[in-house]
């Protein structure tokens, strides 16, 4: 479970045992937890999953990730590639 970034409390992270599915992050705070695909081609994301995520998280974690989009799409692609290695 490699942690991409650390911003505000918040721990973005991929699993490594989630084969074939598309460009991801997992996102973790407290006893909040939540998963969001990323839509590279619209540069959108769709919640995936959430637990515990109140209105404000959800503003707060969306944002962060709209921020990073790239560098997590980045860290997605290296992470994939060592994966194949």
């Known amino acids: 479970m490699p942690t991409i970034l650390l911003i505000m409390g918040w721990r973005l992270f991929f699993y490594a045992n989630e084969r074939n599915e598309p460009t991801h992050v ?3 705070k ?3 937890e939540c998963k969001y695909w990323l839509d590279r081609d619209n540069f959108n994301v769709e919640e995936a999953f959430s637990f515990n995520l109140s ?3 959800r503003r707060e974690i ?3 990730i709209y ?3 790239d560098y997590i799409e980045q860290q ?3 992470f994939e590639r060592r994966r194949k290695q």
Do not use: N
């Open 55 to 57: 209105p404000k998280d």
């Open 76 to 78: 997605w692609d290296e």
């Open 30 to 32: 407290g006893d909040t």
């Open 26 to 28: 997992h996102c973790r």
């Open 67 to 69: 921020e990073h989009f």
């Open 62 to 64: 969306k944002q962060i």
